[in-house]
């Protein structure tokens, strides 16, 4: 397997704040990192593809300059929601694979509440 | 893009019985086929996958079956135990850059009675 954590573990905040997420791989050196967002009951959805030292790539639906991404070394990915909502309460999940076909492993989460 | 389709949502077994989970995707380029377990509050964890040049993997109670003509996969747990209740989730990934990509389905919460 593979080592990845993730910090904080919950973080609960007023509405229009900024909250950051880091997201480290601990045993590899990542040159990529995904992150995902997963709602209550529901399936996790990729968000963005995070490359160390270039942007991010966002899928089609997620507003990149609401969730800020940097990948500024080979083990750690920061994901920042900014001015969050009530809406954007959510587990959120980082996770990395070793390269092309390989298993992704994942963080252990992040639980957001904005209030 | 890819989709990926899980059926059924919901499964409840008694323990000892099997469980059958299956899955098709869209895009015939997918070319790896995970299975994760998550447990209530915590990160998906991986219990088996499969290429696309495989048809059958098994792990002990744990097997995958791919159908790639048909583009199904599927998971089969045997001997079920109360530890097995969680939610399954089977995922498809292609490959894009220097990584490749996940797309899951819709989970399914498996329940497994005394």
């Known amino acids: 397997g593979a080592v990845v954590s993730q910090h904080p573990s919950w973080v609960i905040c007023k509405s229009g704040t900024s909250v950051k997420i880091e997201c480290r791989s601990l045993?590899?050196?990542?040159?990529?990192m995904f992150w995902y967002r997963q709602f209550p009951k529901q399936s996790l959805m990729l968000m963005a593809t995070?490359?160390?030292?270039?942007?991010?790539?966002?899928e089609q639906g997620v507003e990149k300059d609401k969730f800020l991404i940097n990948h500024a070394s080979l083990t750690l990915s920061t994901l920042t929601v900014t001015s969050a909502h009530p809406e954007d309460s959510s587990f959120y999940i980082c996770?990395?694979?070793?390269?092309?076909?390989?298993?992704?492993?994942f963080g252990p989460g992040t639980r957001l509440l904005v209030l | 893009g890819e989709n990926v389709e899980q059926h059924p949502s919901t499964l409840s077994v008694q323990e000892g019985d099997s469980a059958v989970i299956k899955c098709t995707y869209s895009?015939?380029?997918?070319?790896?086929f995970p299975w994760y377990k998550q447990e209530l509050g915590k990160r998906p964890q991986l219990i088996i996958d499969?290429?696309?040049?495989?048809g059958e993997k098994k792990d002990q109670r744990i097997a995958v079956t791919l159908n790639k003509t048909a583009k199904h996969f599927s998971l089969h747990i045997t001997e079920t135990q109360p530890e097995d209740s969680a939610v399954y989730f089977c995922?498809?990934?292609?490959?894009?850059?220097?990584?490749?990509?996940?797309?899951f389905g819709t989970g399914t919460r498996l329940q497994v009675t005394l």
């Open positions: 499969i290429r696309s040049n495989v």
């Open positions: 995070s490359n160390e030292g270039s942007k991010a790539t966002y």
């Open positions: 996770s990395y694979s070793r390269g092309r076909g390989e298993t992704q492993y």
């Open positions: 995922a498809a990934s292609f490959d894009t850059g220097t990584a490749s990509k996940l797309t």
């Open positions: 045993d590899f050196q990542a040159t990529t």
């Open positions: 895009d015939s380029a997918s070319n790896y």
